[in-house]
């Protein structure tokens, strides 16, 4: 039998969070729907390479160039030590950077500062592009920046609420699909030029492991939004 204080407190969570709940359930509309995470796959590239860019940087390492491609892959080259913590960190910066943003903008959010949310997010982009060093890739931070310009700038405030959020939601979900898509190639034997199996050539750590630690951070990253969010 179903406790009625659990009853209770789910309503209350639905009723005063609707916005919050729309948002999500149209983020994960957009990433479990082939068609459309298709077309925005990219979004999550983009915040992906950034985060091998960023902390390259952090690193010490020389930041050489971006590139994304229209098969939404991207690669981000930096030059240095071919081997040591810095390299390692570098390769380990991709895949939660999306989750982890996805958590930093909850947090925004959820402390009504989703107009400067926006802003960060496409400062974010700027600094992508300056190092993005093809035309496609150009292209892709450019137009994401340009929506995202364009709801901070000219939105009204319940807009901007619900835009931010669902920004939120699809890092956090595409963050935990890009995870799914990682394990099923490494599954079908594409081994030797991910992210995970560059870290185990680097370690001598499984690249399993690697992929599990990936899973992870974008698990616990989507609990922890959720419990920012609608708490």
């Not at 009853?7 to 082939?34: F, K, M, P, Q, Y």
């Not at 999550?44 to 160039?65: Q, S, W």
Request: proline residues 3%; positive net charge; glycine residues 12%.
């Amino acid at each position: 039998m179903i406790d009625a204080d659990l009853i209770d407190t789910v309503l209350a969570i639905v009723d005063g969070h609707r916005s919050e709940l729309l948002a999500a359930a149209l983020a994960l509309l957009a990433v479990l729907w082939s068609v459309s995470w298709r077309w925005t796959r990219t979004v999550v590239t983009i915040a992906h390479e950034g985060g091998h860019g960023l902390v390259a940087v952090l690193a010490g390492r020389g930041l050489t160039g971006i590139r994304l491609h229209p098969d939404t892959s991207g690669v981000t080259v930096s030059t240095g030590a071919r081997r040591g913590p810095g390299l390692v960190f570098t390769f380990l910066g991709g895949y939660p950077a999306p989750s982890l943003l996805g958590v930093g903008g909850a947090a925004l959010v959820a402390a009504d500062r989703s107009r400067l949310m926006l802003w960060i997010a496409l400062g974010l982009l700027a600094a992508t592009l300056i190092h993005v060093r093809n035309v496609y890739g150009a292209v892709a931070v450019l137009a994401t920046g340009g929506l995202v310009a364009a709801v901070a700038g000219w939105g009204w405030p319940r807009l901007q609420d619900g835009f931010a959020a669902a920004l939120c939601w699809f890092l956090l979900f595409g963050g935990l699909r890009a995870v799914r898509e990682l394990q099923r190639g490494r599954s079908r034997g594409r081994h030797g030029d991910s992210d995970a199996d560059m870290l185990a050539w680097l370690t001598r750590v499984p690249g399993g492991m690697w992929a599990a630690f990936f899973w992870l951070v974008a698990a616990v990253a989507v609990i922890a939004a959720a419990w920012i969010m609608l708490t």
